[in-house]
T-cell receptor, first 113, second 113 residues
Framework: AQSVTQPDIHITVSEGASLELRCNYS??????LFWYVQSPGQGLQLLLK??????LVQGIKGFEAEFKRSQSSFNLRKPSVHWSDAAEYFC???????????FGTGTKLQVIP | EAGVTQFPSHSVIEKGQTVTLRCDPI?????LYWYRRVMGKEIKFLLH????????ESGMPNNRFLAERTGGTYSTLKVQPAELEDSGVYFC???????????FGPGTRLTVL
């Protein structure tokens, strides 16, 4: 069965600092991988996705993620965090595009001045 | 264009009571999905409608949960009778076609006391 592990429940970074959120997945074939963000009072928003091709994926809001098959990882990165990035971030894996997606438990990001 | 909306945003009920959650998808989206996030856990798929038909209800936890989508527009999710373990955030999402990106609503936070 497919699964996602987000080992960090809560992360605090200073504004302007770099960010890396960890995600490890378990899936028997080539996975479809996603990162979603949920800001307070908002729905989940798709940040980026990996379906195939280049393993470094660019997303919205300056985020990127790198698919590393050997490590079963899909970590999310941003070079310089803004206060507006404070939110909860969810990694997800699927076997059929956007269908049958399994989400991780989420990482809450706090940004301090 | 309006996004996915959900009502209410919060609901607090006592164990044994009935609660009905509503989801209005993006206009024209035939596909509607329900997900649930129990506190601190991952977001889990509940079911998928294509128009008014249930395409996949494999994630519904038990027969206390009843989802409907009469007329293929908005959907309701009824919990009757509610139990303590039903507390969590219920998300709705919609997509135009099966396999397209799903757009999420802000969720309904259900608390069962």
């Amino acid at each position: 069965a497919q699964s996602v592990t987000q080992p960090d429940i809560h992360i605090t970074v200073s504004e302007g600092a770099s960010l890396e959120l960890r995600c490890n997945y378990s899936y028997g074939a080539t996975p479809y991988l996603f990162w979603y963000v949920q800001s307070p009072g908002q729905g989940l928003q798709l940040l980026l996705k990996y379906f195939s091709g280049d393993t470094l994926v660019q997303g919205i809001k300056g985020f990127e993620a790198e698919f590393k098959r050997s490590q079963s990882s899909f970590n999310l990165r941003k070079p310089s965090v803004h206060w507006s990035d404070a939110a909860e971030y969810f990694c997800a894996v699927g076997g059929g595009g956007y269908q049958k997606v399994t989400f991780g438990t989420g990482t809450k990001l706090q940004v301090i001045p | 264009e309006a996004g996915v909306t959900q009502f209410p945003s919060h609901s607090v009920i006592e164990k044994g009571q009935t609660v009905t959650l509503r989801c209005d998808p993006i206009s024209g989206h035939d596909n509607l999905y329900w997900y649930r996030r129990v506190m601190g856990k991952e977001i889990k798929f509940l079911l998928h409608f294509v128009k008014e038909s249930k395409q996949d209800e494999s994630g519904m936890p038990n027969n206390r949960f009843l989802a409907e989508r009469t007329g293929g527009t908005y959907s309701t999710l009824k919990v009757q009778p509610a139990e303590l373990e039903d507390s969590g955030v219920y998300f709705c999402a919609s997509s135009q076609d099966w396999g397209d990106e799903q757009f999420f609503g802000p969720g309904t936070r259900l608390t069962v006391l």
